[in-house]
């Protein structure tokens, strides 16, 4: 009997009732099998060596990685997987991966299901075309239907799996009317459904359907907060601001620890410029120990515009500690720290990413430039001046203090060159002063 494993991410929902979930493939002749085992969580399967890596999205937009580890008993051999959810969705702790029914039981696995699927040789399984790709896929949704609905019948899940196929393939208006069946015939009525009409309707450029079915969800769940979620972002996908921030405010209102209502909250609060009442939802991240990178730049800028520089270099610092690259929080916190004493090291550092990430900014070339005079490094303040100048001709303090710098440095014929490119370009009586005084000299 030939055998052959694949590894699949299985796709997470909101909820991780079953704890795993392996698929075994087995092909002999013209005949293949998947068999569907569910495992209750086990400890001490961490430490198997990592071998293979894969990922995909879920339902919900987060990304499951996994790794597969091979494994040694009896002399026989196997594969064992683990995955893990990253974006704060749950998911189930282990996923195992195994050859052998017996192994399967001393795991303490369940055998769910065989299928038949009628494959002509097992080669046939390799990831090699779209169309293998859109199948192995398929297992995976259908085992996701099996783990995270109560091990359904495969009859019951087929509908889950086209819906998903659909929306995978683009064919977004199928994916409505699919999940719209779904949610029809469903009893008990789950949150899913709802969820996932209106995401495939606002696809298809149908909004009002969409908010329309979120609303229809939300009778049946009131408060729910993934579904307020997926309210709020609609309405602001759809540019109503004020309306999703209402939706924002029920939903921390539901669930005061709620990361995504707050962070969202305070950030749609921010870009309507009420700095104001965007303070207390971004502190209250910071409170609960779920502040971002964007958080703490979104509270960088609230206490700068209070006039609080000290408070807002300190939340830009730990933007940027967090892995920001943002070049407008860059040159923010840069400005900050050039102006706090003991921080210049600091600002030129931010200032040396921010005219990497944008080399034409010759305000960010300019500052830097000042910094490394005030350090007493004046060839590299040359090439930041220089290069200041080049990016903007007319950028006046630029030229000033280059012209200055360049006479300072001995090169007269440099600076009174200079001095004539700013006459030429500044008709500003105490700038035009200057420059004829280096003229003279």
Known sequence: MRKLLIDLCALCSETSRVPGVAIRLRAKGNEGRMGLWRFSARSGLDDLPQESTAGMPNAGGNLVLGATGKYQRDGGSGVLGFFESLGGAPFPPSVQLVEDEQVCRELGGEILEELNLGFDEAEELRCDSPEQKFGLLGLALLCFGLVCEGCEAPAQVEPRVAAEAAALKGNHRLAAELWYEIYRTEDPKTPRPFMETAGALFASGDEESACAMLDRGLIVFPGHGPLLLAKARLLLECGFQRAAEAVFLELVAVDPESRDGLAALGRLRLALG?????????????????????????????????????????????????????????????????????????????????????????????????????????????????RAVETDPGHMLAVLKLARLLAALGDGSAARSMAQHGLAQSPDPAQRAILEALLAE
Not at 309 to 329: N, T, V
Not at 333 to 354: I, Q
Not at 367 to 386: F, N
């Open 274 to 386: 009420n700095e104001r009442a965007a303070m207390e939802p971004l502190k209250r991240l910071v409170e609960l120990g779920l502040a971002d990178a964007v958080t703490h730049a979104g509270l960088g800028r609230i206490h700068a515009v209070r006039g609080q520089p000290l408070l807002a270099l300190r939340h830009y610092s730990r933007a940027i500690e967090l892995g920001s690259d943002e070049p407008a929080i860059l040159i923010a916190a840069a400005r900050l720290a050039a102006d706090s004493p003991g921080a210049a090291a600091m600002a030129l550092d931010w200032l040396e990413r921010f005219v990497a990430a944008c080399p034409q900014d010759s305000g960010g070339h300019f500052l830097r430039g000042e910094l490394l005079i005030e350090a007493e490094r004046p060839e590299e303040a040359l090439v930041c001046l220089r």
